[in-house]
């Protein structure tokens, strides 16, 4: 997945950084809907013929310059903790404040842009490489901090900056299915979780003045009620559409929708042009059906592996060795694959309301599964019961996009791994923070 550009390349990715950089200027001088591509052309010099060869659509330039421009304001923010006390007094107020503004809005915009974003930049490499220097400059004013850090009694002990920074795109993929997929969840449940994952690096000093701070919200979550749990929506076809259906998916896994062709679908299923139009509104019909597809072939391996991990647990141990083991399996190419349809599917959930009905009941049927099996374990004790089981299930639904951030910038799996491992940790009862 990662990039080692040779100099021709370079000079592409200097092209796309040129564009970015324009875009950014104009939306701090404009609305972003008002962005044209020939503003972007006369700012940067970058031909309209360069600019769709490398973001495809307006939108995908839009996009790559919004999570481009959250990278950087999230750098300014890491940098205002160069002038805090290195020490529980000192930081506890900054991470309360983070705590709690982590559900606004323009951070929700934000979290879109850096996935819609992905998503345009998957066959795309020069875009794929600007966005991945974006996010490493993020990554390296953490690991700064971090170091500076390290003697003061803030962390638990040494955490990787690049583990950390994409690790919380766990939470940030988990929060962008509130209000796109299925509905929000109350701010007390997502920051009793923030909280949580929080205390998986920081040490338990800080943690207690974050809750003492009354800028954080932390409420009684109740348990999670048990019901039957239901079954994953599935296709309803026939055996002839199947068959263009999955000619369809396999020309998307391997090559990418822009070069998705309706003629070479039928040719490989055996149909003609008539019986396809007689089965299909179009191609943006079949498109769709074909990431629906994906997000039910994943959703039910995942929902089955999530189960047996929280059905299957008697012990802690046994619960965190599932984790540990989930952890690192994720990163598979399988896996990987799997997490990009993902990625499809919750960007395109922003543009077609048919669609995006049709998505929510798969998700929101996945989700209601994962959460009754995590209240299972907390009622044998084994999550902790100050948690939403609502809010960690859509947590562990945002851990494959993470990995699949940290395939793109190159980390480090064993990192990754070990921060995951810890993290997941937190959910347990024998969190000690």
């Known amino acids: 997945m990662g990039l080692r550009p040779d100099p021709v390349q370079m000079r592409a990715v200097a092209t796309v950084r040129s564009a970015i950089d324009?875009?950014?200027?104009?939306?701090?001088?404009?609305?972003?809907?008002?962005?044209?591509?020939?503003?972007?052309?006369?700012?940067?010099?970058?031909?309209?013929?360069?600019?769709?060869?490398?973001?495809?659509?307006?939108?995908?330039?839009?996009?790559?310059?919004?999570?481009t421009r959250f990278d950087r304001e999230a750098t300014d923010r890491v940098r205002q903790f160069?002038?805090?006390?290195?020490?529980?007094?000192?930081?506890?107020?900054?991470?309360?404040?983070?705590?709690?503004?982590?559900?606004?809005?323009?951070?929700?915009?934000?979290?879109?842009?850096?996935?819609?974003?992905?998503?345009?930049?998957?066959?795309?490499?020069?875009l794929r490489i600007a966005l991945a220097e974006s996010f490493r400059t993020l990554e390296r004013e953490i690991g700064l901090e971090l170091f500076r850090v390290q003697g003061g009694e803030i962390l638990v002990d040494g955490v990787s900056s690049t583990a950390l920074a994409i690790f919380a795109e766990t939470y940030a993929a988990g929060r962008l299915l509130d209000g796109t997929l299925v509905e929000p969840l109350p701010e007390t449940e997502w920051d009793g979780l923030f909280l949580a994952v929080l205390g998986a690096i920081v040490a338990p000093s800080v943690i207690g003045r974050i809750r003492a701070s009354g800028r954080v919200t932390l409420a009684e979550v109740p348990l999670h009620p048990r019901f039957v749990r239901p079954a994953i929506p599935t296709l309803q076809i026939s055996d002839d559409e199947r068959s263009v259906l999955d000619h369809a998916v396999a020309h998307l896994r391997t090559a990418g929708e822009s070069t998705l062709l309706v003629r070479d679908v039928c040719v490989a299923a055996g149909v003609t042009?008539?019986?396809?139009?007689?089965?299909?509104?179009?191609?943006?019909?079949?498109?769709?059906?074909?990431?629906?597809?994906?997000?039910?072939?994943?959703?039910?391996?995942?929902?089955?592996?999530?189960?047996?991990?929280?059905?299957?647990?008697?012990?802690?141990?046994?619960?965190?060795?599932?984790?540990?083991?989930?952890?690192?399996?994720?990163?598979?190419?399988?896996?990987?694959?799997?997490?990009?349809?993902?990625?499809?599917?919750?960007?395109?959930?922003?543009?077609?309301?048919?669609?995006?009905?049709?998505?929510?009941?798969?998700?929101?049927?996945?989700?209601?599964?994962?959460?009754?099996?995590?209240?299972?374990?907390?009622?044998?004790?084994?999550?902790?019961?100050?948690?939403?089981?609502?809010?960690?299930?859509?947590?562990?639904?945002?851990?494959?996009?993470?990995?699949?951030?940290?395939?793109?910038?190159?980390?480090?799996?064993?990192?990754?791994?070990?921060?995951?491992?810890?993290t997941f940790a937190m959910l347990t009862t024998d969190a000690t923070r």
């Open 273 to 422: 042009r008539g019986w396809f139009s007689r089965h299909f509104a179009g191609r943006e019909e079949l498109v769709d059906l074909a990431r629906l597809d994906a997000l039910i072939t994943f959703s039910q391996g995942e929902v089955a592996l999530l189960e047996h991990a929280f059905d299957g647990a008697s012990t802690v141990d046994e619960l965190q060795a599932a984790f540990a083991s989930l952890a690192v399996e994720s990163d598979g190419p399988a896996r990987l694959g799997a997490a990009w349809q993902r990625l499809d599917v919750l960007v395109a959930a922003s543009g077609r309301a048919r669609f995006t009905e049709d998505a929510g009941g798969i998700v929101r049927a996945a989700l209601a599964r994962v959460a009754d099996a995590i209240a299972g374990a907390q009622q044998r004790g084994l999550v902790r019961q100050d948690l939403s089981a609502r809010a960690i299930a859509r947590f562990l639904w945002g851990y494959p996009l993470a990995v699949l951030l940290g395939a793109v910038v190159d980390a480090r799996r064993e990192e990754l791994h070990a921060l995951a491992g810890r």
């Open 82 to 126: 160069d002038g805090l006390a290195v020490s529980p007094d000192g930081i506890a107020p900054a991470l309360a404040q983070l705590v709690a503004g982590a559900g606004q809005e323009e951070r929700a915009a934000a979290r879109r842009a850096r996935f819609r974003a992905l998503s345009f930049a998957r066959d795309r490499p020069e």
């Open 22 to 67: 324009a875009a950014i200027e104009l939306l701090d001088e404009q609305d972003g809907d008002r962005l044209r591509l020939a503003e972007v052309t006369a700012r940067s010099g970058v031909s309209n013929g360069s600019l769709i060869h490398h973001f495809g659509t307006r939108d995908g330039l839009v996009a790559a310059a919004l999570a």
